[in-house]
């Protein structure tokens, strides 16, 4: 572990989800450290040119922006396994549209690591000509991990999808954040990608997800995780 | 100029056809000098700069020369081409159009003359627009938005051929803005169709005419200008300060100690106009006076944000005279005709010597009339503010601001929509480009990085090529690459961007929502000011106190709160920032203890206060006091440059004091003042010289720490919003989809983080730096500023706080504070749950 891990490991206090211990990284990834194990959600790599062919020419440079983030990561944890829960890629295309040097530097992160593509609904097959194993979902010990949360409750599920943030009002100012959502049972990761927009936890596409007396958002800070409880949590 | 009657007549009957002259005869109407004089000037073909003061008959004037041309034109005789458009009106209110085709109408109905005249907007069905480009009226008046979508179109060259003259109405408020920006190219364009085009311009009175005769003509050649017809006079306006009985306040701007006062006005007069800068001040305004309205006179309210069908009910009230006083924000600034308005109040600073006379011309719309005007100043600042502009009206002074360079974002726009219209050679538009005045300074490379831009972005990454919006061909033209595109930009046209709002709406109290959609809608209200607001919070709209109930999708919700006392204020701030003319005016008075006794009693007792416990500004100075309060030590600066620079100076300015060790706090910034607090003595500081006050106001706080500070600066991505919907990055409307404001929001900010760490150099990277530099930043006043006060910085070390700090003492809480972190927000919501949980 390096010394800037251990920082972010003193910061953020683990968790626990079904029995697992977990450390939320305020970079948007979660970490078991007895599985060394690493899951990302929903990277959404090569948003910026699949919207570029519907007309709309934003920068290109998501992919290398949410490639570097990752790298940064990895070098950090240098995990065994790393699974990446679904919508890797914006589009099916996507893979085969990536730049050379983002394959390159996307398959040197993969090296040496069991790499986990998880199918999401907007890669459903797996990324054209890239290592890695393609799963529908994936059981780990007492965890499962899907890109969908499934509607009837289902302890150790860790997945993506619905790209949770958080608002909270403080002093008349608002403070909205990307964040884990979790309540003990099951964990919604956020979203990833560097161009992901996201959706607030309390919005009715979470109904019936958590058990509310328990949900408790972890905000991701510039320096650090907020734990925020769902009474200081606010729609919108 | 003088009228001559005799001589006017004269010329009334060389340039004038015998039908117009009989029809003014037969009103006992003789046409005045300047409508001559205009008409001739036309006639000669010329283009032309009509200044005027309302009620002086700008809108017959601008229309003369058309309506004479188009008296003597031989009809149209079976089996001829139809023809084109003859003559353009332009006015930045779809309302203003409407308003000149009734009034209009008239006098060429009684005239005889058979011109058809129709109107454009937003607002005209599908069906008329398309008949209107088979069949096009002789007139068309239409808005600034709607000429950039006939241009875009692949027939718009024969729709204008046979174009004689454009009528810009309001020239002055279109100018300042891209709105402006944008029209200037389309006018480029037009010109291009029909080189021989004539432009008629009809402003009120501004600083700098000139720029505006240069906006009106082709730069090529460089510097050409439009003729010039200024009509001085009218009668001087009645204007007085509220010397009120009251207590004047410290601070505020709500003016709720005069609202008696301002009753006794509205019973004394017809119908008055009661003008405020900001929507919450009318809100309350307005509540304040039907507290008091025990004769239950018809008081109505009007801004922008209210529901349009309530809108158009005070307006036609208001023109059916049914109305004792309306309370308005600037959405009645322009030259829409009112009724008869005997009064205007001015409640609040009117930030700028021009826009109190625009105002105050509403009352008595007829020009040889005197106007009668009363300036309630809502605290102390604002009476020497107010006794300045009044001052300078009387001098005829004007600070309308000066005008900016035009956006590489409108342009972007303008180089897909000219694609759209038509295949261009890239030499020839930039020819084009630059005989506009906003754009005759353009660098050819900078055109050749917009239009790169249009094609595939301009990013140094060259992905994009196949995805190209528009192409290059063999022939040395481009064209746009997919109909589609085309498509996209007409529901994308315009420089006008919405701030996030959600539609509040009635519904009963307590109920969520959920039941039933609930009942009418109120009006829209910005998503940022809901954000703050909890379920049960109270606040004022559309004249009523409301409760708020909840948001969902794009809906508040509220019902009707008990009670009159709104809990959560809503502070919009001014508009327009202090004009510069005014805040040096301001000073010169607060250096001159002779011309205090012009001011209300109370007020010069302040100044004399302050002589005797601190010190005034002498004019070019800037005062720097600091002294402790409470556990906390002050800095308060007197600059009087406005609120945005002093928000940017705060910025900087606490920077620099958190790297020198002082541990500054906050801010807050006003139009006149600027207060930072901090846990170090900051007095005892400077007198160390470490650092020294010379140091810490020098310019090259205008270099890194200004980049250091934009880089992450919510003002920042806000503006680059503006320039990425503008041009055309990202798009405001997709077909078959609204994007709701908060979309549009993540993601422009997403792509802002994103750019600037990959390309800074990036062209609407450097659209947004110019922006910001001239609006909410306001960089360039605040340079002129650090600039003139070199060597004349006076610092008065106090033991307590003095008089002139009072007011922006009392600001401090009730603004929101700027330098904390949102992180130091989060910490206190984690804490408190920590606390609760027991887990610290």
């Known amino acids: 572990m390096t010394f800037a891990l251990a920082m972010t490991a003193l910061l953020a206090d683990p968790i626990d989800i079904a029995g697992e211990r977990a450390i939320c990284d305020r970079r948007g990834v979660l970490y078991f450290p007895e599985l060394r194990l690493v899951t990302v959600s929903d990277l959404h790599l090569e948003k910026g040119s699949s919207l570029a062919r519907r007309g709309t020419l934003i920068p290109p440079y998501d992919t290398g922006a949410t490639l570097l983030r990752l790298q940064a990561v990895i070098a950090d944890y240098q995990p065994a396994i790393v699974i990446s829960l679904g919508d890797s890629f914006h589009d099916g295309g996507g893979a085969a549209r990536m730049h050379s040097s983002f394959r390159e530097r996307l398959e040197a992160l993969m090296a040496g690591r069991d790499w986990f593509w998880v199918a999401g609904n907007h890669d459903p097959d797996a990324p054209a000509d890239l290592p890695g194993e393609t799963v529908r979902e994936l059981a780990i010990g007492s965890l499962v991990f899907r890109h969908e949360p499934s509607a009837v409750r289902v302890e150790g599920e860790i997945s993506g999808h619905l790209h949770p943030c958080a608002r909270i009002v403080q002093q008349g100012r608002s403070v909205r954040r990307r964040c884990f959502a979790g309540d003990g049972g099951r964990m919604i990761m956020p979203a990833f990608g560097a161009y992901t927009g996201s959706l607030n936890v309390l919005d009715r596409a979470y109904a019936g997800l958590f058990r509310r007396e328990t949900l408790m958002a972890y905000m991701l800070g510039t320096e650090r995780i907020f734990a925020i409880s769902h009474a200081m949590l606010r729609p919108g | ?840």
């Open chain 2, 1 to 840: 100029m003088t009228e001559q009657p005799r001589l006017a007549e004269q010329n009334a009957a060389v340039h004038l056809p015998e039908p117009f002259l009989k029809w003014f005869a037969q009103r006992g109407w003789s046409p005045r000098a300047h409508q001559i004089e205009l008409l001739a000037t036309a006639q000669a073909g010329q283009s032309v700069l009509l200044i005027a003061p309302t009620g002086a008959g700008k809108t017959l004037a601008g229309f003369l020369p058309s309506l004479t041309e188009l008296a003597g034109r031989p009809g149209r005789r079976p089996g001829q081409a139809r023809r084109g458009i003859h003559t353009l009106y332009i006015s930045p209110l779809k309302a203003l159009a409407v308003d000149i085709e009734r009034n209009l109408g008239k006098p060429v109905e009684e005239i005889g003359l058979s011109v058809t005249i129709e109107t454009r907007t937003g607002d005209t069905p599908a069906h008329k627009r398309q008949r209107q480009k088979l069949a096009p009226p002789d007139i068309l008046l239409t808005t600034p938005e709607q000429l950039a979508l006939l241009i875009a179109a692949p027939d718009a060259r024969r729709l204008f051929e046979d174009l004689r003259y454009v009528v810009l109405d309001e020239l002055h408020s279109l100018v300042t803005s891209k709105r402006g920006h944008l029209l200037s190219l389309g006018l480029a364009r037009l010109r291009s169709f029909v080189p021989g085009l004539q432009t008629i311009g009809l402003s009120a009175t501004v600083a700098e005419p000139d720029e505006l005769r240069r906006w009106l003509v082709s730069q090529n050649p460089p510097g050409g200008m439009a003729e010039l017809i200024v009509v001085t006079g009218g009668a001087k306006p009645e204007i007085s300060i509220l010397d009120s009985e009251e207590h004047v306040p410290w601070a505020g701007h709500s003016a709720r100690y005069a609202t008696p006062e301002i009753y006794n006005e509205i019973k004394r007069h017809k119908t008055t106009l009661l003008f405020v800068n900001t929507r919450s001040q009318a809100e309350l305004l307005f509540q304040e006076l039907w507290r008091v309205n025990d004769d239950t006179l018809p008081i109505a309210l009007h801004h922008g944000s209210l529901d349009v069908a309530q809108r158009r009910r005070v307006e036609k009230a208001m023109g059916e005279n049914a109305l004792r006083a309306i309370v308005a924000t600037s959405t009645l600034d322009l030259g829409i005709d009112w009724g008869d308005v005997d009064l205007v109040v001015h409640v609040g600073a009117p930030k700028g010597a021009s826009r109190l006379a625009q105002r105050i011309g509403r009352a008595n719309h007829r020009m040889d009339e005197p106007s009668k005007a009363i300036l309630i100043p809502a605290n102390r600042f604002e009476v020497l503010e107010c006794r300045a502009a009044l001052d300078a009206n009387y001098l005829g002074a004007q600070d309308t601001p000066p005008l900016v360079n035009g956006g590489l974002d409108v342009l972007a726009q303008h180089v897909l929509g000219c694609a759209c219209g038509a295949p261009f050679h890239a030499d020839a538009l930039f020819e084009e480009v630059r005989t506009a005045a906003p754009y005759a300074e353009l660098d050819r490379p900078t055109f050749d990085r917009v239009v790169d831009f249009v094609a595939t972005g301009g990013y140094a990454l060259k992905n994009y090529e196949r995805y190209a919006r528009i192409r290059l061909n063999k022939d040395g033209l481009w064209r746009v690459s997919n109909p589609r595109i085309a498509q996209q930009y007409r529901l994308n046209v315009g420089t006008i961007i919405e701030v996030p709002a959600l539609n509040v709406r009635y519904i009963k109290a307590g109920s969520k929502g959920s039941a039933s959609r609930g009942g009418r809608v109120l009006g829209k209200i910005e998503e940022a000011f809901l954000e703050t607001l909890t379920h049960g919070d109270t606040f004022m709209f559309a004249g009523k106190v409301l409760r708020f109930e909840g948001i969902r999708e794009n809906e508040c919700f509220v019902s009707n709160a008990p009670g009159s006392d709104a809990k959560v204020p809503y502070y919009g701030g001014g508009k327009f920032p202090l004009s510069t003319y005014l805040a040096e005016q301001v000073r010169i008075m607060l250096d001159d203890p002779q011309r205090w006794k012009k001011l209300p009693e109370q007020v010069a007792d302040w100044l004399r206060f302050q002589a005797d416990k601190s010190v005034l500004p002498k004019r070019d100075d800037l005062l720097i006091e600091t002294f402790p309060r409470g556990n906390r030590y002050y800095l308060v600066a007197y600059p009087f440059e406005g609120r945005l620079a002093h928000q940017t100076l705060g910025m900087l300015l606490t920077r620099r004091l958190d790297r020198a060790g002082a541990r500054p706090l906050g801010f807050v910034a006003t139009d006149y003042a600027l207060a930072i607090w901090s846990l170090a003595d900051m007095g005892r500081m400077f007198r160390a010289k470490k650092p020294s006050l010379a140091a810490l106001f020098d310019q090259d706080m205008l270099g890194d720490d200004l980049e250091a500070w934009l880089a992450d600066s919510w003002l920042l991505k806000r503006t680059f919003r503006n320039c990425a919907l503008i041009s055309g990055l990202i798009e405001k409307r997709h077909p078959g989809q609204e994007k709701s404001g908060r979309q549009v929001t993540v993601s422009t900010d997403l792509v802002y983080d994103v750019l600037r760490s990959h390309e800074p150099d990036h062209i609407l990277l450097q659209a947004t730096r110019a922006d910001a530099a001239t609006g909410l930043l306001d960089v360039s006043r605040l340079a002129e500023m650090l600039s003139r006060i070199q060597g004349r910085i006076v610092h008065k070390h106090l033991g307590q706080i003095s008089p002139l700090a009072v007011p922006i003492m009392l600001e401090i809480g009730k603004m929101p504070v700027h330098g904390e972190a949102d992180d130091t927000l989060l910490m206190d919501a984690a804490t408190l749950v920590e606390e609760a949980m027991g887990t610290k």
